[in-house]
């Protein structure tokens, strides 16, 4: 399994959800956690994923849900699992 962080911010507004998660499945990408809050309007989401049978590259992934974020007015990022965990190491 290759695990990666997806990220989510922005104005909370009808279906972010919905279009984040399509896009992943369309990438054949398995959401494993999720967690999501909205504190004063601001939509704020974490996704962990399994991107081991992704369909496109990391980066075609990563530009994929950018695209869609940009869309639908929030911002979408994804990073490696192991990167982000070795960048939080202490």
């Keep these: 399994m290759q695990k990666a962080l997806v990220s989510v ?8 959800i919905a279009k984040v998660s399509t896009s992943l499945c369309e990438q054949n990408i398995n959401i494993l956690e999720i967690s999501q809050t909205i504190l004063d309007g601001c939509f704020t989401m974490l996704m962990v994923v399994d991107i081991q049978h ?37």
Excluded: C, P, Y
Aim: charged share 20%; net charge neutral.
């Design 9 to 16: 911010t922005g104005q909370d507004r009808v279906g972010i």
């Design 54 to 90: 992704a369909a496109d590259s990391f980066q075609q992934t990563a530009n994929k849900l950018a695209e869609v974020g940009q869309a639908i007015g929030v911002i979408v990022n994804i990073q490696r699992m192991d990167i982000f965990t070795a960048m939080h190491r202490i």
